[in-house]
């Protein structure tokens, strides 16, 4: 048998196992076992170089032949496979569009979020802007420059949180207020100012009521005719927006900070008849934020002539409204993270106002 019967041979041995090959794996064996790296065209072609001269061209051109004839069976026998699988997938994978959707758990805004985006959204109206602070503050932005020095008894009524003494004796602190803000802000822009501070405040005070981590909102308005009449107004209107009870009674009583002369604390009109507390009715009331005229020496900490300017601020706990507004009755429940209180007490995102949609 000469060299080119044998390759004849080989030629239609390799074309009849790919015609009856029945899947891909068996395509891909043929094709190592044909042409892979020691396959049998490739071998042969290898062997090139021991035919004599005069034959090497014609038997190339007849191994290269072999090859691609090889190579062209291969892939159209991997295709019939290829396509005969996707018919097979797409006959199994269809969709059925009228299934029932499988109904995704959705998460929850906390009420602390809540209560926050409600506050700015209403203040916003106002033309408030949002400023912040850090929580790490210093005794000058915490208490002295809100004419709470040293001494000041107000620096034990907070329980401070204070940090190691540095090397240079300094003592810094978490701040137990939203209101050194208020300075940092006066330090950073003159007027008019028209802020308000949500954010995060501790204390080292933990029961019923209280708890060591708690948030507040501060607002700041300075400008040159800003008076007591703005404060009044601005935060009866406030509590109203807040409480969503248009006529709710909100009265102020004289009261006392070492940052507002003069000071007072707001109340809403309540009734606990029955021990149980509701807003808008009867003949009590229930005090909800801290609020005054700005000391001029905490404008002058502040850089800010008292001459010129004069200003409102008001200060309250994010928890206790939250707890009044939405009838919570622990505030520690708040950080204990049970997934079923917050499913109870959460919003659905589509609920926070935001600043562009207003309440
Ligand atoms: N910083 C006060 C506190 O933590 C709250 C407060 C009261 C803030 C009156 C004010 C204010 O800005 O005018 O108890």
């Given at each position: 048998?000469?060299?080119?019967?044998?390759?004849d041979a080989y030629?239609?041995?390799?074309?009849?196992?790919?015609?009856?090959?029945?899947?891909?794996?068996?395509?891909?064996?043929?094709?190592?076992?044909?042409?892979?790296?020691?396959?049998?065209?490739?071998?042969?072609?290898?062997?090139?170089?021991?035919?004599?001269?005069?034959?090497?061209?014609?038997?190339?051109a007849r191994f290269?032949?072999?090859?691609?004839?090889?190579?062209?069976?291969?892939?159209?026998?991997?295709?019939?496979?290829?396509?005969?699988?996707?018919?097979?997938?797409?006959?199994?994978?269809?969709?059925?569009?009228?299934?029932?959707?499988?109904?995704?758990?959705?998460?929850?805004?906390?009420?602390?979020?809540?209560?926050?985006?409600?506050?700015?959204?209403?203040?916003?109206?106002?033309?408030?802007?949002?400023?912040?602070?850090?929580?790490?503050?210093?005794?000058?932005?915490?208490?002295?420059?809100?004419?709470?020095?040293?001494?000041?008894?107000?620096?034990?009524?907070?329980?401070?949180?204070?940090?190691?003494?540095?090397?240079?004796?300094?003592?810094?602190?978490?701040?137990?207020?939203?209101?050194?803000?208020?300075?940092?802000?006066?330090?950073?822009?003159?007027?008019?100012?028209?802020?308000?501070?949500?954010?995060?405040?501790?204390?080292?005070?933990?029961?019923?009521?209280?708890?060591?981590?708690?948030?507040?909102?501060?607002?700041?308005?300075?400008?040159?005719?800003?008076?007591?009449?703005?404060?009044?107004?601005?935060?009866?209107?406030?509590?109203?927006?807040?409480?969503?009870?248009?006529?709710?009674?909100?009265?102020?009583?004289?009261?006392?900070?070492?940052?507002?002369?003069?000071?007072?604390?707001?109340?809403?009109?309540?009734?606990?008849?029955?021990?149980?507390?509701?807003?808008?009715?009867?003949?009590?009331?229930?005090?909800?934020?801290?609020?005054?005229?700005?000391?001029?020496?905490?404008?002058?900490?502040?850089?800010?002539?008292?001459?010129?300017y004069q200003g409102?601020?008001?200060?309250?706990?994010?928890?206790?409204?939250?707890?009044?507004?939405?009838?919570?009755?622990?505030?520690?429940?708040?950080?204990?993270?049970?997934?079923?209180?917050?499913?109870?007490?959460?919003?659905?995102?589509?609920?926070?106002?935001?600043?562009?949609?207003?309440?």
């Open positions: 048998m000469t060299q080119a019967d044998n390759i030629a239609s041995e390799t074309g009849a196992a790919i015609d009856a090959a029945a899947s891909l794996d068996e395509i891909e064996k043929i094709r190592v076992a044909a042409l892979g790296r020691s396959g049998t065209v490739t071998q042969w072609m290898k062997s090139l170089g021991t035919l004599p001269k005069d034959e090497r061209a014609a038997a190339g290269n032949q072999l090859r691609a004839g090889i190579e062209e069976k291969l892939a159209a026998a991997a295709q019939k496979f290829e396509a005969a699988a996707l018919a097979a997938r797409l006959a199994t994978e269809r969709v059925d569009v009228t299934l029932p959707v499988k109904s995704e758990i959705a998460g929850r805004i906390h009420p602390i979020s809540q209560t926050i985006a409600e506050v700015v959204a209403i203040f916003g109206e106002m033309g408030f802007r949002v400023a912040e602070g850090p929580h790490i503050e210093d005794d000058f932005y915490n208490f002295t420059a809100l004419n709470i020095p040293p001494e000041h008894p107000a620096r034990q009524e907070h329980d401070t949180f204070y940090f190691p003494e540095s090397a240079e004796g300094h003592r810094r602190l978490l701040r137990t207020h939203t209101s050194p803000v208020q300075i940092r802000t006066m330090l950073a822009q003159q007027p008019p100012i028209r802020i308000i501070v949500p954010g995060r405040t501790f204390r080292s005070d933990h029961d019923a009521t209280h708890s060591p981590m708690f948030h507040q909102v501060e607002g700041l308005v300075i400008d040159e005719s800003t008076h007591m009449g703005q404060l009044k107004g601005c935060l009866i209107d406030f509590c109203r927006a807040f409480f969503g009870i248009d006529h709710l009674p909100v009265r102020f009583r004289a009261s006392y900070f070492p940052f507002t002369e003069p000071s007072a604390e707001v109340d809403i009109g309540c009734s606990r008849a029955g021990g149980e507390l509701k807003i808008g009715a009867g003949a009590d009331w229930l005090e909800i934020l801290g609020c005054g005229m700005v000391n001029p020496k905490v404008l002058e900490y502040g850089g800010i002539d008292p001459a010129k409102f601020a008001f200060g309250m706990g994010v928890e206790r409204i939250a707890m009044l507004k939405y009838g919570i009755p622990d505030l520690r429940t708040f950080y204990d993270s049970d997934l079923r209180w917050l499913r109870h007490y959460g919003f659905l995102p589509l609920d926070v106002p935001s600043m562009v949609g207003g309440l």
